[in-house]
């Protein structure tokens, strides 16, 4: 987080940020035991960095994972378009592969419709189901996404892969 925050608090925007960090990386290292600050290691603490109040960093960070998907249920999925690496990836929540909505529609050049008022995301003037929304970005299942953009999907379970074709 950038900012002087003896004087101020983080924003609400550079906490949530902070907290995905902390959840993807735990994904990541699961051995990753403690969220330390910077002056709560060993020869830092005269310092007054991150000068937040870490206690209540750590547990504003559990009731957020508490909401949220568990780091623990879920493990980074590559999204491939009709040849296309995608840069951005989707997650594996209890053996399904749930991926980013806008990201893979864009690809195919399709625009998905956020309705507000029924908070139903419409996506080729279909609505989908299952979807999740994680940390503010809509989520599908890869088969219900694949099907209202009329594409054909893949699974490699060794690469945890998803490969969606299909004419564009």
Same mark, same amino acid.
């Given at each position: 987080m950038i900012g002087d925050f003896r004087n101020q608090k983080p924003t609400t925007a550079q906490l949530e940020a902070n907290y995905r960090l902390l959840q993807y990386l735990q994904s990541?290292?699961?051995? %990753? +035991?403690?969220?330390?600050?910077?002056? &709560?290691? !060993?020869?830092? $603490?005269? +310092? #007054?960095? !991150? #000068?937040? *109040? %870490?206690?209540? /960093?750590?547990? *504003?960070? $559990?009731? /957020?994972?508490? +909401? $949220?998907?568990?780091? &623990?249920?879920? %493990?980074p999925v590559f999204i491939v378009v009709n040849g296309k690496k995608l840069a951005v990836t989707g997650i594996l929540i209890d053996g399904v592969s749930m991926l980013p909505v806008r990201a893979v529609a864009e690809a195919v050049g399709v625009k998905p419709v956020w309705i507000a008022a029924t908070k139903d995301l419409r996506v080729n003037g279909k609505d989908l189901n299952e979807k999740k929304i994680i940390s503010g970005s809509a989520y599908a299942p890869a088969r219900e996404l694949a099907s209202v953009l009329g594409l054909s999907v893949e699974w490699d379970g060794p690469t945890k892969t998803v490969y969606l074709k299909g004419n564009v």
């Amino acid at each position: 987080m950038i900012g002087d925050f003896r004087n101020q608090k983080p924003t609400t925007a550079q906490l949530e940020a902070n907290y995905r960090l902390l959840q993807y990386l735990q994904s990541l290292l699961p051995n %990753m +035991k403690q969220i330390l600050g910077h002056q &709560e290691y !060993p020869g830092y $603490s005269w +310092k #007054a960095c !991150p #000068a937040i *109040d %870490m206690d209540k /960093f750590r547990d *504003d960070y $559990s009731q /957020f994972l508490q +909401k $949220s998907v568990k780091p &623990e249920d879920t %493990m980074p999925v590559f999204i491939v378009v009709n040849g296309k690496k995608l840069a951005v990836t989707g997650i594996l929540i209890d053996g399904v592969s749930m991926l980013p909505v806008r990201a893979v529609a864009e690809a195919v050049g399709v625009k998905p419709v956020w309705i507000a008022a029924t908070k139903d995301l419409r996506v080729n003037g279909k609505d989908l189901n299952e979807k999740k929304i994680i940390s503010g970005s809509a989520y599908a299942p890869a088969r219900e996404l694949a099907s209202v953009l009329g594409l054909s999907v893949e699974w490699d379970g060794p690469t945890k892969t998803v490969y969606l074709k299909g004419n564009v």
